[in-house]
């Protein structure tokens, strides 16, 4: 199965992170969102990050200028209707997403490929809306897109194996290192990720210490790059609240229940660094 056109439905962080390092490594990529500003926000984005790691010699088979020239964006999904894979990269809403898997069922060929760069949602269940559940995979990239290896390739039951092989040596092509995860709530990295995010949070709501201490012991004591706190903000508050109740009500267990100060966080719109305020202030 050979996979050329790359589509990315989705141009916030993620997606326009994913259509970079698709770019960047020769595929000729369609970069989809029904807002034309987001879309021109993400041409910037993109063009100063490749500009950075130009400047740094991380871009060694390619230039900025090349690298953009593989991009192209479009308001509508009809411009999908050429690609062999397309990768969903929208608001972690199941139910927003199984309204877009269902359009791209109907407006992409038969032979395309759809992935989703969910990170909590069943692939089983998106995979059910479509008429190609064997050619709906998982693609969890970390954020940022182009510095983190890691993607998570997540099987749902249906996925074939055509699919999975086709997706894992395409995630290798890109320079990613791809993990096999079975389709299960939270699936690896936010089955962990998350309840440690929680536990950080709990532990500032019961008074045990400042947000900084707290992430200055997991940084300093743990040898982890970011502390909990600040790891949460980057995510977005509302994103761990959503992961955590997926958690919670995929298991039927009291220990990934949520934190109520993190649900105050989130009513109150205070949802980290794309707010301006979350443990921290922006």
């Known amino acids: 199965m050979t996979l050329r056109t790359i589509g990315v439905l989705g141009a916030g962080t993620m997606g326009n992170g994913i259509a970079q390092v698709f770019a960047q490594q020769g595929f000729p990529v369609i970069l989809v969102d029904k807002n034309s ?4 926000k993400a041409l910037a984005t993109i063009e100063f990050s490749l500009n950075k790691l130009a400047e740094k010699g991380k871009l060694p088979d390619t230039t900025p200028a090349e690298a953009l020239a593989n991009l192209t964006t479009a308001e ?3 411009a999908l209707a050429g690609c062999d894979l397309v990768v969903e990269a929208v608001t972690e809403n199941e139910a927003v997403k199984t309204s877009l898997f269902q359009q791209l069922d109907q ?8 992935a989703s760069n969910t990170s909590a949602i069943s692939l089983t269940r998106l995979a059910a809306a479509t008429s190609r559940p064997d050619k709906v995979i998982g693609m969890h990239f970390m954020n940022p897109v182009p510095l983190m290896q890691l993607v998570e390739l997540i099987r749902g039951l249906q996925t074939s194996d055509a699919t999975f092989d086709a997706i894992h040596q395409l995630s290798e092509r890109i320079g990613k290192t791809p993990v096999t995860v079975r389709d299960c709530p939270g699936f690896v990295s936010n089955r962990i990720l998350m309840p440690m995010i929680n536990e950080a949070i709990f532990t500032l709501y019961e008074g045990v210490a400042s947000a900084e201490d707290i992430d200055t012991v997991m940084q300093l004591g743990m040898n982890h790059p970011m502390g909990p706190l600040k790891l949460a903000d980057m995510i977005g508050l509302d994103t761990c609240l959503f992961i955590m109740q997926v958690l919670y009500n995929g298991f039927n267990d009291p220990k990934y229940r949520p934190c109520p100060l993190l649900q105050q966080m989130v009513d109150a719109g205070y949802t980290g660094r794309k707010s301006g305020r979350g443990f921290y202030h922006y």
């Open 37 to 40: 500003q987001q879309l021109q």
């Open 76 to 78: 509508s999904m009809a």
């Open 107 to 114: 407006a992409c060929p038969e032979h395309t490929l759809l």
